[in-house]
């Protein structure tokens, strides 16, 4: 019978490490179902040996070897059959008779597996009661979460201190450590891992451990430092509870530089025993010895083009060259080395996307360099990442860059990017809820990055979630009162959902305006207009520039507000200056024999020129580029590009009397967006603009306007058209 027991429990345990991690409970349930059986063994045998199942039910078990005295004699001194009947029946249950082996078999076999049943309803009950005690969460999670939302341990790690003796690097060997360990945190399952831009914010910080855990809402921080020399590196570390600032484990880890990546991995396997987690199995390091050694100077090479690449902007380009070229020398000095081949391909795709150079060749560059580090087993989730960059980037192919950056999120489920490089792809295909579910968990990986927040808040806005946007912008604008993304989009969203275009206007003018950018200046442009008040927004609206484009849409600017104005012929001037400095681009575009610019440049530039067209009178030329625009970008493929270019279109049908064809441009924007999220545009354009005022005559119109008219217009206050100064 033990051997019964054993194959049962067995089976059961097999089941067990399928079925128990499907439902993400904790790896503390499979060691309790073992010990539970284990307990239940004595248990059942004890049971098998003193119980019997019969039909009158469980009864103690009488076994004897003979059943010559269990015969009852009747009164004329034979046997009464009825106690025969009873004796035959008691000799099968306790051993003798004809059936008796098979009946021994079947009733032990049964009180095994009662035996068996109760430590598998023990195990049961308290891993119910477990669930009971905290509310439930664990069941319900583990029943409807997915991996995203199921982290149950949470950390930071913060900068490392650079104790280097020279201390002649700048600090980018521990910003490289520091960087690198994260990336081997991000791969441990369930893991809520703060990224890099959020801790950066406590480079030399005097909080206290307990005051960044609530600000980040961790449980761990880990604190560390490297020593570097000039052929080893000594990393220490410490890792602590954050609600009572008690050190779960302190270490000192030794290596030679070579073997860098051979601490990393040590740092992130301790770390992973003291959280009770393990390493996704396929970024296990042992598994993975190739990657573990490096030339010390490929190595650097390595982590000074990444110190500069983190922050890199694409209009820098000394600083773009300068990065490339320390990938190129690191891959140089170790070609082995598959991280360099990883994030040169990268760098390349961001220069065929930002407009820096979009030759053939550059996309081969990044083709190749992809194909290297793929070969050279490189993390599979680096690996993914950039395949899913490429494929965004170059081949504008977004169906299959979110394939791979589902992969890379699955991979590496502790790092924000892949989340965030998913947002983005989900909301130019207009699937702006699961955008905004990935926004979410990226911004919870890394709550303090600014950029990221930037694009929740302009989603939320797409979404039709006004007030929650301009939530978001004030919490980011808290942060950094001056960052000019934020204040553009706070001062559209404000304009939408309390339509005082007046009083905007004042503080648009009383800002500082030394860092403003162009889009500053178009929602100055369209506010003043709104107001009434163009003139006000002409007396700052000239500032110098060389650069020909820029000179073209200042004047264009000009034009626009000079007409609004009645100054016709000081409109008519600058409409002509604009017309030069456009023609001036153009020609040093066909001098120089560059390659167009990004995608969305190219759709810039053509939008700027209908403009132009429509401005001189000319909408039927302005209508001809714009519905190639937007046939180029309709907005079923690309919310970002197309969105913009279908309102643009629909406001030139409007100034042009094509009302049946605007009103259909508008239905479809209105079904794939928010109106109120359009940039320097929007209903409130659409119903108060002084240029769709005849158009708000036509009854046909009007009616398509109460139509899409939002809840919030009903707190505008009533004001008359504005009339030109």
């Known amino acids: 019978m033990a051997g019964t027991y054993v194959v049962v429990a067995g089976s059961l345990m097999q089941a067990g490490a399928v079925i128990l991690p499907a439902f993400e409970l904790p790896a503390s349930a499979m060691r309790l179902m073992i010990l539970s059986l284990a307990v239940g063994f004595p248990l059942a045998i004890l049971l098998a040996w003193l119980l019997d199942i019969s039909p009158r039910g469980i009864r103690l078990a009488r076994r004897r070897l003979h059943r010559a005295d269990t015969g009852a004699v009747s009164a004329d001194g034979g046997t009464d059959p009825r106690e025969d009947a009873d004796a035959e029946h008691d000799a099968e249950e306790e051993g003798v008779g004809p059936a008796a082996d098979a009946s021994i078999f079947a009733r032990s076999l049964e009180m095994i597996l009662l035996g068996l049943a109760l430590p598998v309803l023990g195990f049961a009950l308290v891993v119910l009661g477990a669930s009971w005690r905290s509310g439930g969460q664990e069941i319900v999670r583990a029943a409807t979460a997915t991996s995203d939302d199921s982290a149950v341990a949470s950390l930071a790690v913060l900068p490392f201190a650079d104790l280097s003796s020279e201390g002649t690097d700048g600090g980018f060997f521990a910003r490289g450590m520091h960087?690198?360990?994260?990336?081997?945190?991000?791969?441990?399952?369930?893991l809520k891992l703060i990224s890099r831009t959020s801790v950066m914010a406590y480079v030399e910080t005097t909080k206290s451990v307990?005051?960044?855990?609530?600000?980040?809402?961790?449980?761990?921080?880990?604190?560390?430092?490297?020593?570097?020399?000039a052929t080893h590196v000594r990393v220490t570390a410490q890792l602590i509870r954050t609600a009572t600032d008690e050190h779960v484990w302190a270490e000192q880890f030794d290596a030679e530089l070579a073997d860098v990546f051979t601490v990393q991995s040590r740092i992130?396997?301790?770390?992973?025993?003291?959280?009770?987690?393990?390493?996704?199995p396929e970024h296990d390091a042992s598994a993975a010895p190739a990657e573990l050694a490096v030339v010390p100077a490929a190595y650097d090479a390595y982590q000074k083009a990444r110190d500069l690449h983190r922050d890199l902007d694409p209009a820098d380009r000394a600083r773009f060259d300068q990065t490339q070229h320390l990938y190129e020398e690191a891959r140089r000095l170790d070609p082995r080395f598959a991280p360099a081949w990883i994030q040169l391909a990268i760098l390349h795709a961001e220069a065929r996307w930002f407009g820096l150079d979009r030759s053939p060749a550059r996309i081969e560059q990044a083709r190749r360099c992809l194909d290297e580090g793929r070969t050279r087993a490189s993390a599979p989730d680096q690996i993914a990442l950039a395949e899913g960059i490429f494929a965004y980037y170059v081949d504008q192919d977004y169906g299959k860059a979110l394939l791979f950056f589902d992969d890379a999120t699955r991979l590496a489920p502790g790092s924000a990017e892949p989340f965030f490089y998913r947002a983005m792809i989900l909301r130019r295909q207009g699937e702006l809820d699961r955008s905004l579910e990935a926004e979410a968990r990226a911004l919870e990986l890394d709550p303090l990055n600014l950029a990221h927040r930037d694009e929740h808040a302009l989603t939320l806005a797409l979404a039709g979630r006004l007030d929650t946007a301009r939530d978001e912008l004030d919490a980011i604008l808290e942060r950094d009162p001056e960052r000019p993304r934020a204040q553009v989009q706070r001062w559209q969203v404000e304009l939408e959902l309390e339509g005082r275009p007046d009083r905007l206007l004042e503080t648009l003018l009383a800002v500082d305006r030394s860092r403003w950018l162009e889009p500053h200046y178009s929602m100055?442009?369209?506010?003043?207009?709104?107001?009434?008040?163009?003139?006000?927004?002409?007396?700052v609206l000239d500032r110098p520039t060389p650069f020909p484009l820029a000179r073209t849409r200042l004047a264009y600017q000009r034009s626009v507000l000079a007409r609004h104005a009645g100054d016709d012929a000081s409109a008519t001037r600058a409409l002509d200056e604009a017309l030069a400095a456009f023609a001036e681009w153009r020609q040093r575009v066909r001098a120089s024999g560059a390659e167009s610019a990004s995608p969305l440049e190219v759709l810039e530039v053509s939008q700027l020129e209908a403009l132009l067209a429509a401005e001189g009178g000319r909408f039927e030329r302005a209508l001809e580029l714009q519905v190639a625009n937007v046939e180029a970008f309709p907005i079923e493929r690309d919310l970002i590009g197309g969105g913009p270019a279908l309102w643009l279109l629909a406001d030139l049908q409007i100034r042009a009397g094509e009302l049946a064809q605007a009103g259909r441009s508008l239905e479809r924007l209105a079904g794939r967006m928010a109106l109120g999220s359009v940039p320097f545009g929007g209903y409130f354009v659409l119903s108060r603009g002084p240029d769709h005022a005849a158009a708000r005559r036509d009854p046909s119109h009007a009616a398509l306007l109460a139509r899409l008219r939002p809840r919030y217009a009903d707190a505008w206050p009533p004001v008359e058209e504005p009339t030109p100064e």
């Open 524 to 539: 100055l442009e369209t506010v003043a207009i709104l107001a009434g008040q163009p003139q006000r927004a002409l007396q």
């Open 210 to 229: 307990r005051e960044i855990g609530e600000e980040l809402a961790v449980e761990h921080v880990l604190e560390g430092s490297v020593r570097r020399s």
């Open 179 to 190: 960087e690198d360990i994260l990336a081997q945190l991000a791969r441990l399952p369930r």
């Open 268 to 280: 992130a396997a301790a770390i992973a025993r003291s959280l009770e987690r393990e390493l996704a």
